[in-house]
């Protein structure tokens, strides 16, 4: 079985400021991790995801994360945040066909 | 190229009645799966579909059903509903099964309350 727990339900940060959202998962397999971005009333945008390979996963929008197997994280980060940020991100996991199991949501402010 | 297209946007429906939702997937994804957004439950896997076939289920009552026609067009429905059945429905479509692989693209969903 998978879980995902996403650190902080509410995240707000400065413009220009360093972005940083938390993810924790529990996989009994190796897993496929993802990290996605939902705005007001629209459906789920892919930002990234991890497989296997390159543990540093590079994604749209200048957002990145790291997969640490020791840590069993997988932290989503932008080294300076803009406006259009400000969003629902959701980390995700996957174990075995295309079922994904998400995290509760991390939604971020950004702040002039 | 066209993305996920979920029909209707917006539905209002009274308990006990019952919805069908649609999905059309990318030309070419063969892979359909359904989720069920709610504030308080998150996101929740429905069903996934492939080839016509349900592959997949979540932990939903039997009153949420679905199914993928030959082109790889999907409906669901929910029978009897309640009020608890307001929610956002996600529909997402992949070219095969194997998330890692391929990746989810997901629609912009249908926005059902239960009136």
């Known amino acids: 079985a998978q879980s995902v727990t996403q650190l902080g339900s509410h995240v707000s940060v400065s413009e220009g400021a360093l972005v940083l959202l938390r993810c924790n998962y529990s996989?009994?397999?190796?897993?496929?991790l993802f990290w996605y971005v939902q705005y007001p009333n629209q459906g789920l945008q892919l930002l990234l995801k991890?497989?296997?390979?390159?543990?540093l996963v590079k994604g749209i929008n200048g957002f990145e994360a790291e997969f640490k197997k020791s840590e069993t994280s997988f932290h989503l980060t932008k080294p300076s945040a803009h406006m259009s940020d400000a969003a629902e991100y959701f980390c995700a996991v996957a174990g075995g066909g295309n079922k994904l199991t998400f995290g509760t949501g991390t939604q971020l402010k950004v702040e002039l | 190229k066209a993305g996920v297209t979920q029909t209707p946007r917006y539905l209002i429906k009274t308990r006990g009645q019952q919805v069908t939702l649609s999905c059309s997937p990318i030309?070419?994804?063969?892979?359909v799966s359904w989720y069920q957004q709610t504030p308080g439950q998150g996101l929740q896997f429905l069903f996934e579909?492939?080839?016509?076939?349900?592959?997949n289920k979540g932990n939903f009552p039997g009153r949420f059903s679905g199914r993928q026609f030959s082109n790889s067009r999907s409906e669901m429905n929910v029978s009897t509903l309640e009020l608890g059945d307001s929610a956002l429905y996600l529909c997402?479509?992949?070219?095969?099964?194997?998330?890692?692989?391929?990746?989810?693209?997901f629609g912009s969903g249908t926005r059902l309350t239960v009136v």
């Open positions: 579909y492939f080839s016509e076939t349900q592959r």
């Open positions: 996989s009994s397999v190796p897993p496929y």
């Open positions: 997402a479509s992949s070219l095969s099964m194997g998330q890692g692989d391929y990746g989810y693209t």
């Open positions: 991890y497989t296997t390979g390159a543990t």
């Open positions: 030309s070419g994804h063969r892979s």
